[in-house]
């Protein structure tokens, strides 16, 4: 059992920089590969990003790549989604995910039902 909290939504303008963070409980963090989805409303939730256990590899959807990092520390059990460049249509609701690849596992998911925990999401409102 993977519980997510996620932190650091707020309003921003159009070209600002935010950083949302992502603490995940349990000890066995490192054998998950963690994502980030967004919600905007009356859309389907999107696949924004997702990493590695180990954190060397990382995996971005063609709309963020460029603008957004995705990071993790997995002494802390946390991974981050730091958001540059921001446009008005990257308002949404972003979501922390995780799917449990094991110790040795990689996986590279992009859809909603291939995560098996999902934090409550933090609003992130970019204004033009």
């Keep these: 059992q993977v519980q ?5 939504g707020g309003l921003v303008q159009a070209g600002g920089s935010l950083r949302l963070s992502c603490a995940a409980s ?3 963090f490192s054998t998950y590969t963690m994502g980030w989805f967004r919600q905007a409303p009356e859309k ?5 990003a997702c990493i590695s256990r180990s954190g060397l590899m990382t995996y ?8 957004f990092t995705i990071s993790r520390d997995n002494a802390k059990n946390t991974v981050n989604l730091q958001m540059n460049s921001l446009k008005p249509e990257d308002t949404a609701s972003y979501y922390c995910a ?4 094991g110790p040795s596992g990689s996986r590279w998911p992009s859809r909603t039902d291939e995560y098996d925990y999902w934090g409550q999401g933090t609003q992130v409102t970019v204004s033009s």
């Design 26 to 28: 349990g000890r066995t």
């Design 98 to 101: 995780a799917d449990y690849v």
């Design 4 to 8: 997510l909290v996620e932190s650091g």
């Design 44 to 48: 389907e939730r999107e696949f924004v």
């Design 60 to 67: 971005y959807a063609d709309s963020v790549k460029g603008r």
